[in-house]
C-alpha cells in the first residue's frame, strides 16, 4: 500500500482509509474476517465517528480487531465528533466529553486523529482552541483535523487553534466532483463554473491539508452508487475499458481515479465486502495516464470548456 503524508504532520498513512460507519451489519465473525483482510491489504487506517451506529461501531470495531497495547501500535485511529441530535456541537465540553467516549468504545488511550463532522454555526473558535489543547497536552488526540468546511471556515479555526488543521473530509467521486470542475470551468456560463465551496480543493492544498473523499462509490447525496448503475453507461463503458486494460475491478479504477489527482488525496471506502475492499487497495497501484482520468471525467457528464 502506498504511503502519504497526513497534511503538514509526520504521520505516514495508506492511500486507501477504511470506513467504520457500517461495520454494525456484520456478525461478529465477519467484522473480524474484514478487519484483518484490511490489516493484510496496508490498509491499517480506520476512520470512525461518534454517531456511526450511535457509538456501537467504534465498540464492534475494538472488538473485532482485538485492541490490545500490542495492536494499537499497528493501526492508525480517526474518529470524528460534532454531530448531535438535532443540531451541531463543536462546544469545549461537547468536544471533551465525545473522545472520551470514543476512547473509551475503541478502548485505546489516545486517538492518531480527530476531526470535527459538520460546521457548526453557533461555533466558538477560542472553545475548540481550549478543547484541542487540553485533548494535545494529555495526549488523548495527536493531531486534529476537519471535516466538511470550506476555506473561511478553516481560516476562522485555525486563527485560534494552535495545531494545524491536517485533514478535510469532503464529499467527492467520479459524479460528485464540482470541487475539480469549477477550477476547470473558470469563467464559463455554465453549471460546472459555480464554485459551492468557495475553492477548497486548491485551498487544501495551497495549506497541506489532507483530502479525505467520503462516499467515493455514490452520486448525489447517497443516491446510490454509480458502478454498474443504468442512469451512467458512458461512464460504466469507460471505467470497464480501463478496468481491463489494467485487470483489476471497477471499483479499483473508481478509486484510482481520485488517487491520480496531484492533491494525494485519502479516499475513505465505507464497502463491508471483503472483495470490494481488496478491490480498493489495489489502486494504490494503479497509475491513470492523463488521457484516462479525462476520459473518465466526461463520461460521467461532466465538461471541459
Excluded at 178 to 185: D, K, L, V
Excluded at 200 to 225: A, K, M, N
Aim: hydrophobic content about 40%; proline content about 4%.
Amino acid at each position: 500500500m502506498r504511503i502519504i503524508k497526513l497534511g503538514s504532520s509526520n504521520l505516514e498513512v495508506p492511500v486507501v482509509a477504511v470506513g467504520c460507519m457500517r461495520i454494525n451489519s456484520l456478525e461478529k465473525k465477519e467484522a473480524e474476517q474484514f478487519v484483518q483482510t484490511a490489516l493484510e491489504q496496508g490498509a491499517n487506517f480506520f476512520d470512525h465517528a461518534d454517531i456511526y451506529g450511535s457509538g456501537t461501531c467504534e465498540e464492534i470495531f475494538a472488538d473485532a480487531i482485538h485492541m490490545s497495547p500490542s495492536v494499537r501500535e499497528n493501526i492508525i485511529l480517526q474518529s470524528k465528533c460534532g454531530i448531535r441530535k438535532g443540531m451541531f456541537d463543536f462546544s469545549k465540553e461537547h468536544i471533551l466529553n465525545s473522545v472520551d467516549g470514543i476512547l473509551s468504545r475503541l478502548k485505546t488511550e489516545y486517538l492518531d486523529t480527530l476531526l470535527l463532522h459538520r460546521p457548526d454555526a453557533l461555533v466558538e473558535p477560542e472553545e475548540v482552541a481550549e478543547a484541542f489543547q487540553i485533548l494535545e497536552q494529555s495526549g488523548k488526540v495527536r493531531h486534529f483535523g476537519v471535516s466538511n468546511q470550506n476555506p473561511m471556515q478553516i481560516q476562522l479555526l485555525q486563527k485560534y487553534v494552535k495545531q494545524p488543521l491536517v485533514a478535510n473530509q469532503l464529499q467527492l467521486s467520479i459524479t460528485n466532483a464540482n470541487m475539480i470542475s469549477n477550477g476547470i470551468n473558470v469563467n464559463m456560463e455554465n453549471d460546472s463554473a459555480i464554485n459551492r465551496d468557495g475553492s477548497i480543493l486548491d485551498f487544501c492544498r495551497l495549506h497541506d491539508i489532507t483530502i479525505q473523499p467520503w462516499s467515493p462509490f455514490q452520486y448525489g447525496f447517497f443516491e446510490g452508487v454509480f458502478l454498474g448503475n443504468e442512469k451512467f453507461p458512458e461512464l460504466n463503458q469507460q471505467i470497464n475499458e480501463i478496468a481491463e486494460k489494467y485487470q483489476v475491478s471497477n471499483t479499483t479504477i473508481a478509486i484510482a481515479w481520485l488517487l491520480r489527482h496531484p492533491a494525494n488525496m485519502q479516499p475513505v471506502i465505507g464497502t463491508m465486502n471483503v472483495d470490494r475492499l481488496i478491490d480498493c487497495c489495489k489502486a494504490s497501484d494503479v497509475h491513470l495516464t492523463r488521457e484516462e482520468w479525462y476520459s473518465i471525467y466526461r463520461a460521467a457528464g461532466n465538461i471541459l470548456p
